[in-house]
């Protein structure tokens, strides 16, 4: 009989079997989460909601799909995946179009800002001389 106060040693846990361990795309394909984050920080831009993919369902569905089609190699995507990497696509095209017209009106606007900046100057520099 072993003695009073004694327990045994845990032994070590087996491994979970493959079938139980939760899949992840990233690490399967070699996808480092710093590039995955870029690929889909589209998805997460305010600017979709004037393209109207503010409803959660559509970004949603995209951010779902995201993992299991954008980290898998081109040449093995399923029909399916290529699908969602399309339509991701779409999305952060219309997202850079609508930034770099965003650009484009601001710079229009400094430009106008600093044209009407020389005629103040030129008025003001005339109003010291008149003085």
Same mark, same amino acid.
């Given at each position: 009989?072993? &003695?009073?106060?004694?327990?045994? *040693?845990?032994? &070590?846990? +087996?491994?979970? +079997? =493959? =079938?139980? #361990?939760?899949?992840? +795309?990233?690490?399967?394909?070699?996808?480092?989460?710093?590039?995955?984050?870029?690929?889909?920080? /589209?998805?997460?831009?305010?600017?979709?909601?004037?393209?109207?993919?503010?409803?959660?369902?559509?970004? #949603?569905?995209?951010?779902? *799909? =995201? +993992?299991?089609?954008?980290?898998? &190699? @081109?040449? #093995?995507?399923?029909?399916?995946?290529r699908l969602a990497v399309e339509m991701i696509g779409e999305v952060s095209a219309?997202?850079?179009?609508?930034?770099?017209? *965003?650009? /484009?009106?601001? #710079?229009? @606007?400094?430009? *106008?800002?600093? @044209?009407?900046? /020389?005629?103040?100057?030129?008025?003001?520099?005339?109003?010291?001389?008149?003085?």
């Open positions: 009989m072993a &003695p009073k106060g004694l327990k045994r *040693a845990a032994g &070590p846990h +087996p491994q979970e +079997p =493959a =079938a139980k #361990q939760a899949f992840d +795309p990233l690490k399967e394909y070699d996808v480092s989460r710093q590039t995955f984050e870029g690929a889909i920080s /589209a998805l997460h831009h305010p600017a979709l909601a004037d393209l109207g993919v503010n409803e959660d369902d559509c970004r #949603q569905m995209l951010l779902v *799909a =995201a +993992p299991l089609s954008l980290c898998v &190699p @081109a040449d #093995q995507r399923h029909a399916h995946q219309n997202v850079e179009s609508r930034l770099d017209e *965003a650009v /484009a009106a601001e #710079q229009a @606007a400094l430009e *106008a800002l600093e @044209a009407s900046k /020389a005629t103040l100057e030129s008025r003001a520099s005339a109003a010291k001389e008149e003085s």
